[in-house]
């Protein structure tokens, strides 16, 4: 078995008496794509807010344990895990609107972060700013740099989420529904992008989505979440010649 990055042992969410994430365990690897897949409401988001400790007030959760490499992340005091947030694990997800600063430019939103996590000069901020624009292929970097979000079409605005979710140079990468508010045109140069920045990087890419078909060309492994549990976790290849529960049955069915 390769070492694990994120281990999630026994995590159970609720909501008053409604369980939403129930008594689920899964790991990610060092580098590897992770598509985590089923229907709306069936607890994907809920399960990636809790590793990040971003659940809503009105979420109760419970997890044996929660460890990225070696480190527990449930028992890290919550100033410490603010800094782990953004710099360790990347969150990208479906509205990049709505974490955007509208009044801020880009350029200055990526600085922020790189101010927050590291020791550089104004000069090698400047320069890092535009090599991440660069890398997330945002054309002409040194003009758009100065440029306000409302500025920027739909998939530039996730582009520059990638950005600002790498500036932290995260080991993993979750992206909760990346492309469902873009076009269909869209979705497949953001697809695209985060697995090329992925294996560029090293990082480990938690991709989530309700849309098997969008995701499992740039999967390794694939797990399928029905009701608040995991109903199956297999390897891409694997799952496709041998699913074996009904419901991921059911979603290969649905494949166009
Ligand atoms: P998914 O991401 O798979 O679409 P979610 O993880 O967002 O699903 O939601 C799982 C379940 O939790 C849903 O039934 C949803 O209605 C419920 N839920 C999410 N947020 C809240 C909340 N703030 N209060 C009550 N229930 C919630
Ligand atoms: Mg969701």
Redesign the pocket.
Known sequence: MPQSLLTVTNLTVT?GQ?K?VDDISFEIHPGETFALV?E????????ALSVLRLL?N??RMRAQSITLQDQDLLKIPEIEFCKLRGRRIGLIFQDPMSSLNPVMTIGAQIAEVLQLHFQLTQKQIRQRVLELLKQVEIPEPERRVNEYPHQLSGGQRQRVMIAIALAGQPDLLIADEPTTALDVTIQAQILDLLKNLQQQTGMALWL?S?DLALVSNIADRIAV?QNGKIVETAETGEFFRQARHPYSLKLLAALP
Do not use: E, L
């Not at 709306?40 to 399960?47: L, Y």
């Open positions: 909501f409604t939403v089923g709306s409401g069936s607890g994907k988001s809920i399960t809503p009105a979420a989530i309700h979440m």
